[in-house]
């Protein structure tokens, strides 16, 4: 089994360095797939495949400027660029598969390129986990900003998005409708005034706990989390974990193996050119006591 190393480039099967940036892993018929954001040329999320959460082979890029275009029963707006072609912004991809549809449904942050008025969630689906996917537009839930994302599946098949609101500063929790393709309630607007973003959410012994990050751009900060007996339920103060910079790192996901859980973070380069040097990181995540722990380790065997 191969090891990670914290903080360097990671390369696919092909030698290619992997972009996946912001993303999300799934399992899915013995693979694992990993989603997450492409922002060369006209792409916009690409798609990698494993079966040890090591060797990742390129599947396709599912998302693009190209991508197939078509509304649905939500009113949206549907643009895959700006009408003098320059692209929008499509960060923090997630995946979930509906096992009632069949359907692969990606929920993205939206951003039309030129400034972060939008702030809006993309959908988009597909059949298959790393095929074409077809873009449906993007809107505002309940005419609300969102922002920094994720989603998070229970055990009861219920899903949930969670978003940075109100210029950041709220973090709103939607439960889905049945087929993951809307937002069905609002049920919780979390720390408000606190300024929370980059949400990662996962259940250990029974509870949930909330990961995310204060708004300091690229530059890493402080992760907190909070603790709470349901998605719906009260959810705890926040409280700190790992160091000052979490490590050099911001969350993107929590990935769970064999009932071990792990943050996995973006080394984030920056802006511009810098944006493509940046790197990934996999940290373990224990409970000590009631307390959730996060442990520094500069490379990781999965």
């Known amino acids: 089994m191969s090891i990670l190393k914290n903080g360097e480039l990671w390369l696919d099967t092909e030698g290619n360095p992997i972009h996946a940036h912001g993303g999300y892993i799934i399992s899915f018929n013995g693979y694992y797939y990993w989603y997450g954001e492409d922002r060369r040329d006209n792409k916009y999320v690409s798609c990698y495949r494993s ?140 720390w408000q005034g606190e300024y929370r973003e980059a949400p990662a959410v996962m259940k250990m012994n029974g509870k949930y706990y909330m990961l995310s990050s204060f708004c300091t751009g690229w530059a890493p900060n402080q992760c907190k989390y909070a603790v709470a007996d349901s998605i719906e339920g009260r959810w705890s103060d926040l409280m700190e974990i790992g160091d000052e910079t979490t490590y050099q790192s911001q969350a993107a996901f929590i990935l769970e193996k064999d009932g071990k859980f792990y943050y996995v973070g973006d080394r984030w380069g920056g802006d511009g050119a810098k944006y493509f040097e940046s790197s990934y990181v996999v940290y373990p995540l224990e409970l000590s006591g009631d307390k959730l722990d996060m442990k520094y380790v500069d490379e990781i065997e999965l």
């Open 51 to 190: 079966t040890n959460l090591t060797d990742w082979e390129f599947r396709n890029h599912v998302l693009t400027t190209d991508s197939k275009m078509e509304g649905y029963r939500v009113r949206t707006k549907t643009m895959l660029a700006n009408e003098d072609g320059s692209k929008v912004n499509l960060e923090r991809p997630k995946v979930l598969y509906n096992e009632k549809t069949g359907k692969f449904v990606l929920w993205v942050h939206f951003e039309n390129g030129k400034n972060y008025h939008d702030a809006a969630i993309g959908i988009a689906s597909c059949d298959t986990p790393d095929g074409d996917f077809t873009y449906h537009g993007h809107f505002n839930p309940y005419g609300y900003m969102s922002r920094d994302c994720t989603l998070f599946k229970d055990d009861d098949g219920s899903a949930y998005f969670i978003s940075a609101a109100r210029d950041n500063a709220d973090l709103h929790v939607y439960r889905l409708s049945e087929d993951y393709m809307n937002v069905e309630s609002l049920v919780h607007k979390l």
